[in-house]
């Protein structure tokens, strides 16, 4: 007899994967959120747009990557739904949206539930980070299509902003200070080079490295900082003096910058303000990586950047201070020099 269960899903373990999940949704909450996770659909009281004079929706969707691979080499699952939320909310950020909710959907080979539950966790503390409810998810089980072990993680959100507070190019003059914020690692992006020096260098997920203090697997899981609300609270801060914002993801700190400035302008990075990291020196170090392969596949050490009118540079600074957050001024917005939106120049400071 053939049954669902005998093509490889469990559907009690799915059942089990939900309820173990509740308790930590329940932390990822806001005061819109309508009835509880388990309908077919999230529902969200979009009253809240009153507040806007002319609300726009913003929506952002992405995944974790190749991550993945190395939190299921690891066996450790409850940080990789941190990433997840990073990936998704710091895009919406970037125009000034608060991200309101967010969905998720997690692909497995075979559902174990207390793995789920892991990642859902770490979605969960990364929707409180950010100030965004989770509303919903899937999780899929495809037998024969991936290993038991093997999954994969995506996400969707949707934020709002006033059309008179919309962050972008048009904001953007000659001589604004570009400022950023540190990242707290790799992030969720050039996992594909680092898992090949992983294996080209053999390096052992699980041993000390005395660089780190920790094992080379600690290092490459250590979450993507969560921006939004820091970004949030400067963009109220300055209010009409903060002209823009860029997520440092795939395609290193120039390329992303540069999708935030009017054609005729570009950033200059000054190098010599930051170091970078010692996880990037290392893979470089080890699989003889170039700058400039580096900084167009890792984000060298900065997360975001936050573009902002010079005489506010040092508010701006200090107000992201107060949070925690240890910006710098790292470069300038000038004349656009050819067919280049931003460059990189000087050299990092030594460590």
């Known amino acids: 007899m053939t049954s669902y269960e005998a093509a490889g899903v469990d559907i009690e373990a799915g059942d089990r994967a939900v309820t173990l999940m509740k308790e930590h949704l329940a932390k990822a909450r806001r005061s819109e959120v309508i009835g509880d996770i388990g309908g077919f659909a999230g529902l969200f009281d979009v009253s809240a747009l009153k507040k806007f004079n002319r609300p726009l929706l913003a929506t952002s969707t992405d995944g974790v990557g190749t991550k993945t691979e190395i939190a299921r080499i690891m066996g450790k699952y409850d940080t990789i739904g941190e990433d997840l939320v990073a990936m998704v909310v710091d895009d919406l950020v970037v125009c000034g949206a608060e991200p309101l909710f967010m969905t998720d959907y997690i692909a ?53 902003v006033d059309h008179e507070n919309l962050l972008g190019e048009h904001l953007v003059r000659d001589g604004d200070i570009v400022i950023a914020m540190p990242a707290s690692g790799l992030h969720a992006n050039g996992y594909s080079l680092v898992r090949h020096i992983i294996k080209s260098a053999n390096i052992k997920l699980d041993a000390h490295v005395a660089e780190f203090g920790k094992s080379a697997g600690e290092i490459f899981l250590t979450p993507t900082e969560i921006y939004s609300l820091d970004c949030l609270a400067l963009h109220k801060g300055l209010k009409e003096e903060l002209h823009g914002y860029a997520h440092i993801t795939g395609g290193g700190i120039a390329s992303n910058t540069a999708r935030v400035l009017p054609e005729h302008l570009m950033a200059t990075f000054d190098r010599t303000t930051w170091t970078l990291p010692i996880e990037m020196e290392y893979l470089a170090r080890l699989g003889g990586v170039a700058q400039p392969d580096m900084e167009k596949t890792w984000n060298c050490g900065i997360g975001m950047v936050a573009i902002v009118t010079p005489s506010q540079a040092d508010r701006a600074l200090r107000s992201l201070a107060a949070r925690g957050m240890k910006a710098w001024a790292c470069g300038v917005i000038e004349a656009r020099r050819g067919a280049q939106g931003a460059a990189l120049v000087g050299t990092y400071q030594a460590r």
Do not use: N
């Not at 950010?130 to 999780?139: D, F, I, Q």
């Not at 024969?144 to 993680?153: A, K, R, S, T």
């Open 108 to 160: 497995v080979g075979k559902v174990f539930p207390e793995r789920i539950a892991e990642i859902v966790q770490g979605i969960a503390i990364g929707c409180q980070k950010a100030g965004t409810a989770l509303v919903g998810g899937e999780t899929a089980e495809h037998p024969g299509l991936l290993g038991e072990d093997e999954f994969d993680i995506a996400g969707a959100a949707t934020g709002a």
